[in-house]
């Protein structure tokens, strides 16, 4: 038996003669915002915003960006400008001479550079083993 292969799944379907659902809808909500604004406004001010409203449910509707729908480039700045930001300082090399320059009190002042190992668990495993070694050690050598 044989099935048939759907094709051309990428393709949105044309509901209302040339335009999709989501041209139809983003064309017929920037005529809708024109049209609030020109019974709310003066005509010659809801002209002047109405304008932009359009070219921007135009671009919606119509325009590719790299390949790619309007709105993805759209809700893409929309979070990278809302969105928490990661600044990151690259730190200077110090220079010979700054590094000379430390004060006596500096110097005689031990820092405290805490131990890194490897692995914790081999820590404690050496521990555990010295342990046991000194621990045999006393018990043959009661002193």
């Given at each position: 038996m044989r099935f048939q292969t759907p094709q051309f799944i990428g393709i949105e379907d044309k509901i209302l003669g040339p335009l999709t659902l989501k041209q139809f809808i983003y064309l017929a909500g920037s005529a809708g915002a024109v049209a609030v604004l020109n019974f709310m406004l003066p005509h010659i001010i809801a002209f002047t915003i109405g304008?932009?409203?359009?070219?921007?449910?135009?671009?919606?509707?119509?325009?590719?960006?790299?390949?790619?729908?309007?709105?993805?480039?759209?809700?893409?700045?929309?979070?990278?400008?809302?969105?928490t930001k990661l600044y990151i300082w690259k730190k200077k090399e110090k220079t010979i001479s700054q590094t000379q320059?430390?004060?006596?009190?500096?110097?005689?002042?031990?820092?405290?550079?805490?131990?890194?190992?490897?692995?914790?668990?081999?820590?404690?495993?050496?521990?555990?083993?010295?342990?046991?070694?000194?621990q045999e050690k006393q018990d043959r050598n009661p002193l």
């Amino acid at each position: 038996m044989r099935f048939q292969t759907p094709q051309f799944i990428g393709i949105e379907d044309k509901i209302l003669g040339p335009l999709t659902l989501k041209q139809f809808i983003y064309l017929a909500g920037s005529a809708g915002a024109v049209a609030v604004l020109n019974f709310m406004l003066p005509h010659i001010i809801a002209f002047t915003i109405g304008i932009p409203i359009v070219i921007f449910g135009c671009m919606l509707s119509f325009y590719k960006y790299n390949g790619k729908p309007f709105i993805v480039l759209v809700e893409s700045v929309f979070t990278f400008t809302m969105g928490t930001k990661l600044y990151i300082w690259k730190k200077k090399e110090k220079t010979i001479s700054q590094t000379q320059k430390k004060t006596a009190a500096e110097e005689e002042e031990p820092v405290y550079i805490p131990k890194l190992s490897d692995s914790k668990l081999k820590d404690l495993a050496w521990s555990l083993d010295i342990h046991d070694i000194t621990q045999e050690k006393q018990d043959r050598n009661p002193l």
